[in-house]
Structure formats: structure tokens, C-alpha cells
């Protein structure tokens, strides 16, 4: 089971990007998923999470401007990210709990990097 994030880059502060991050591999079930983002020399930070349900949650500091979302036929989550801050510049990581026989397990993508300029 692998999981491939994709659609980082380089944004001016107020602008948009919606990184995305696929499951492949023998997957079963998976139940929630997030993402999370590692800033220079700060500690990994849980951004959103959404269960299997759509059930969703954020941190406070992106509470209305980003939204997390998932396609559970394409094993995909995605974090729609609008009025980008300076702030947000981090390393961006998924997150998925995955059932692939015989057990759950929780697997992490590699990364992909949002750098937004003021």
C-alpha cells in the first residue's frame, strides 16, 4: 500500500492550491484520512481529517479557508487551500488508516511542498 500526494507549489498569499493524495496498492477499507504539515523547524501539525463518513475536521488556523474532501471510489483525499498565508508554508503530508488484510494499519504519504510568498 503506497500513498502519492501531489499538487504542492509556489503561490502568492491569497491565492489558492488543491493538493491531492491517492491509496493504491491491496487496500480493503479505508477509514479516516488527513492531512497534516510539518513547517521549518516546528512540530508535524494535523491540518483536516475526514472519516469514512465525510465527517470532517480542521484546525482552527484553516477553519474557513480550507476544506477537505474525498472520493472513496478513487481512494483519493483532497484539501482544497484558498487565502493562502505565508503561514501555511509547510511541508503537507496524507494521512490514511487502511485496511489491507490481515490488519489496519496507518500509512503516510511523502510529502508535497506548499511554499506561499507575501
Known amino acids: 500500500v503506497q500513498l502519492q500526494a501531489s499538487g504542492g507549489g509556489l503561490v502568492q498569499a491569497g491565492g489558492s492550491l488543491r493538493p491531492s493524495c491517492a491509496a493504491s496498492?491491496?487496500?480493503?477499507?479505508?477509514?479516516?484520512m488527513g492531512w497534516y504539515r510539518q513547517a521549518p523547524g516546528k512540530q508535524r501539525e494535523l491540518v483536516a481529517s475526514?472519516?469514512?463518513?465525510?465527517?470532517?475536521n480542521y484546525a482552527d488556523s484553516v477553519k474557513g479557508r480550507f476544506t477537505i474532501s474525498r472520493d472513496n471510489t478513487k481512494n483519493t483525499v483532497y484539501l482544497q487551500m484558498n487565502i493562502l498565508k505565508p503561514e501555511d508554508t509547510a511541508v503537507y503530508y496524507c494521512?490514511?488508516?487502511?485496511?489491507?488484510?490481515?490488519?489496519?494499519?496507518?500509512?503516510w504519504g511523502q510529502g508535497t511542498l506548499v511554499t506561499v510568498s507575501s
Open positions: 494521512k490514511a488508516r487502511i485496511f489491507s488484510a490481515p490488519r489496519w494499519n496507518v500509512y
Open positions: 496498492g491491496s487496500i480493503l477499507n479505508i477509514n479516516d
Open positions: 475526514i472519516a469514512f463518513t465525510g465527517s470532517t
